[in-house]
């Protein structure tokens, strides 16, 4: 899902088509931040906020970001907050508001199912983002980077409109934990309008995890899951054994039907024929991202779009699993492409910084006191927090590359561009190296229309 590729505009045109259309929630704050400060072209950010309600919130966030016509082009974007463990009243407010409207955009004019993705690692603002996103009425919660088992009481909580809490690791010996807490009728002075509990679909990397989230969960908690194989785009679950994915790594999807839920595998499976094998083994469907993310609706930047298009095309494409770039530790999928992160004097000449925060970890300073660090920071400054100077080494700052590559980065920022292994699909769907298509193009061909 990348950060913003899976737009709004994406997402609704699939679930037009009668799929389950999957917005990307991640990070979203600042992609929406960036786009009132372009002018909101269109219109749609403010059309969504027009619904909010709690118009004081919406124009308390129209007010900081919004630029009537766009900034100018050579000046760079106005900084949004940072979330650490007490989060301003202000960045709470952009947050629920964006993922307010990132969903209710995506649901406008349709009665469709919509889903939101979120990365279970990025824990911070989940409170305040899954409120957004539920109080729009998005239809399913998505989520991997982990093992989501706070996310079926948090839905409740918020559903119920109760306090909403979120418990985020923290490296310590005395403290462990700290729970991110939200009374959403104490922050807003009112109750939150009647809502309804979204599905919750875990994505997971192995049968195992399925059963020890059936076993822990209460019954009812989860929907179905998405299974992702390892060839799938940005985060990957580590390889069970060395640095390389094998036999152990393998699912076994008999294992997987006999949990008695639907299920859906991603990871290569872009064309009807896999959709067929899938659906031939017990699954429900496939989940496809890379073939979504390369079309004309996605979220990425156009010129980077039109460039791995053109390379796929002529098969010259090539896409490592990096075991070091992300600062989570997990595996990330990188595209070799010129100016961008993937190549060694650009990851080089960027300075490092971390103004983003969206992948910090929490840790306990000496005083007992909570404090955040990303192996992607100044490597001085990791270390000077008790991080180990060794796990900084090929670490990229994906806050910022990703945002960029969805086109809301700083001129300074380059971009870094996930995908799944496999387009083998474009050949199917371009004319030629220089052409594009659509989200009609990309079902039709799934579903061997083409």
Known sequence: MGVGISSWFLAKKVSELGQLGTVSGVAFEKIFARGLQNGDPGGHFRRALSHFPFQECAERVLKEF???????????????????IKPTSFLISLTICANFALVWLAKEGHSNPVSINYLEKVALPHPYAITGAMMAGVDFVTMGAGIPLQIPELLRSIS???TASYRVPVIGTKVTSWDMKFDPEKFFGSKLPPMKKPGFIPIISSNLLGSILMKKLPEGSVYGFVVEEPTAGGHNAPPRKGSVYGPKDEVDYSKIVDLGL???IG?????????????????????VGSIFALCEESGMDSRLRAEVRKLGFKNELSVRTDMRFSPTSFPFKVVKLVDTLSELEVYQSRIRKCDQGVLVSLYERQDGSIGFRCPAEPVEKFVSKGGNEEDTADRGCLCNGLISTSGFGNSNEPPVVTLGDDVSFLPFLMENENSSYGVGDAMNYLLGVL
């Open 160 to 162: 119920e409109g109760g």
């Open 267 to 287: 990871g290569s499976k872009a064309s009807s024929k896999m959709l067929k094998w899938a659906r031939s083994i017990g699954a429900n469907g496939i989940q």
């Open 262 to 264: 639907p299920f859906w």
């Open 66 to 84: 919004f630029v009537e016509g766009g900034k100018p082009e050579n000046v760079a974007f106005k900084a949004t907050p940072v979330f650490n």
